[in-house]
């Protein structure tokens, strides 16, 4: 079967460059991948899968079955589809031929990797047990998520899935390795709105104003002090502003300031304390300076866990896949990504592909107008996946 698999994947490598290409020259934004959404359906369809479309507005689900026995099981894999915001600045052919929209998180090459994975375990259906569901998710890059959107519409069930994988390109790892971590891995984020309100004038007269600039200095100070006093020590946490408007000048103090930043954390029972107290501690700072604090809360995404068996399982059979030298232990990372989700309700597992390439100058991060790929982790994405999901059906 691995034999099989690798060649496949070699066999097909050249047309997962193409069809990547296609996908990053025509990248649409979170929840409007109508063109990606009937282009992946046309190659499903091509392959001789009938996916179900418009799942979650914008996503498909495909299902390839494999021989049907006692016990079968269900291996759920997804893909995000969505591009962002960004201008490309690459110039390469495939170029985002939109202007201002960019494929800067990989989101083509995930698809465009799983879209290789029907084409292999299609080929082999007839020589595994079990079911593959593969899931094509819109608006991973926007709240609330589309992998939230998917799940209420019910891509966990009918037939539901034992486990998840997913994968996403890692720009800091070179192309050819994997990377591994069990247990928590990415972040929960919340975004956090406040508008701090006092009585503005002339800075002469303090004493007859109510000087938001100052509360609202308070309560970033204070808010940082529920990270270092009241979080669980052993629970990774950011709480980050990037955004105070306090719109005076020299000698005017404004009504009012406007704050915006990130909370994360790898706790659900910690995020929803921290945020509990930070709300409390704002409100009451303003109200006893005089003022007040309208704090408003974004829930995000929740924070993703690698569940720890079936990460191990999935990755001793990466090294089998990739030889040990080409697979790593990952760190923590405290992005956020909406695979949390499935993360929250199914045994899941999210692993990264490496693609980086330092001797062709390939090194940019996601979210950046320079991202690019070594576009041979194309090969490794579908074959390694396919092999995964192989290997996970049959585990006990
Ligand atoms: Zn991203
Ligand atoms: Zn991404």
Same mark, same amino acid.
């Given at each position: ?138 608006? $991973? @890059?926007?709240?609330?998520? =589309?992998?939230?959107? !998917?799940? /209420? ?6 037939? #539901? ?106 706790? $659900? @029972?910690?995020?929803?304390? =921290?945020?509990?107290? !930070?709300? /409390? ?6 109200? #006893? ?108």
């Amino acid at each position: 079967m691995l034999d099989s698999i690798k060649s496949l994947a070699r066999q097909y490598a050249a047309d997962l460059v193409q069809t990547r290409r296609h996908l990053h020259a025509h990248p649409e934004l979170s929840f409007h991948e109508r063109n990606t959404a009937r282009f992946v359906a046309d190659q499903l369809k091509a392959i001789g899968i009938t996916p179900q479309e418009g799942v979650a507005d914008t996503g498909l689900v495909a299902i390839i079955e494999g021989r049907i026995s006692d016990s079968s099981r269900v291996v759920g894999l997804r893909a995000d589809m969505d591009a962002l915001p960004i201008h490309e600045a690459n110039d390469v052919p495939y170029k985002s031929t939109v202007d201002g929209v960019m494929h800067a998180c990989g989101h083509d090459v995930h698809t465009a990797s799983l879209l290789g994975v029907a084409r292999i375990l299609h080929v082999l259906r007839d020589q595994f047990d079990g079911t593959v569901k593969l899931v094509f998710q819109p608006g $991973e @890059e926007k709240a609330p998520g =589309g992998a939230s959107l !998917m799940i /209420k519409e019910g891509v966990l069930e009918n037939p #539901a899935p034992v486990s998840m994988l997913g994968q996403h390109v890692a720009p800091n790892i070179p192309v050819g390795k994997i990377g591994f971590r069990e247990g928590m891995y990415m972040a929960s984020t919340d975004e956090i709105y406040m508008t701090v309100r006092g009585k503005g004038g002339h800075a002469a007269m303090p004493d007859n104003l109510v000087d938001p600039v100052l509360i609202a200095s308070h309560i970033i100070v204070a808010l940082q002090q529920i990270i270092s006093r009241n979080r669980p020590p052993a629970s990774p946490s950011v709480l980050s502003f990037g955004r105070f408007i306090a719109d005076g000048v020299t000698n005017v103090i404004p009504n009012e300031v406007t704050i915006q930043g990130t909370f994360r954390c790898m706790n $659900e @029972e910690w995020r929803a304390e =921290g945020k509990r107290r !930070m709300v /409390k501690l704002a409100e009451g700072i303003a109200e #006893a300076m005089g003022g007040s604090c309208e704090f408003e809360i974004v829930h995000g995404y929740p924070f993703l866990k690698n569940h720890p068996e079936l990460t191990r399982r999935v990755r001793a059979q990466a090294v089998e896949y990739m030889g040990p030298e080409n697979v790593v232990d990952l760190d923590l990372w405290m992005a956020g990504e909406d695979f949390a989700f499935y993360s929250q309700v199914v045994d899941s597992c999210f692993y990264r592909l490496g693609t980086r390439n330092e001797e062709r100058g390939i090194i940019s991060g996601v979210h950046t107008p320079t991202f690019d790929i070594d576009e041979s982790a194309l090969e490794t994405g579908a074959g390694l996946m396919s092999w995964l999901a192989v290997q996970e059906l049959k585990a006990p």
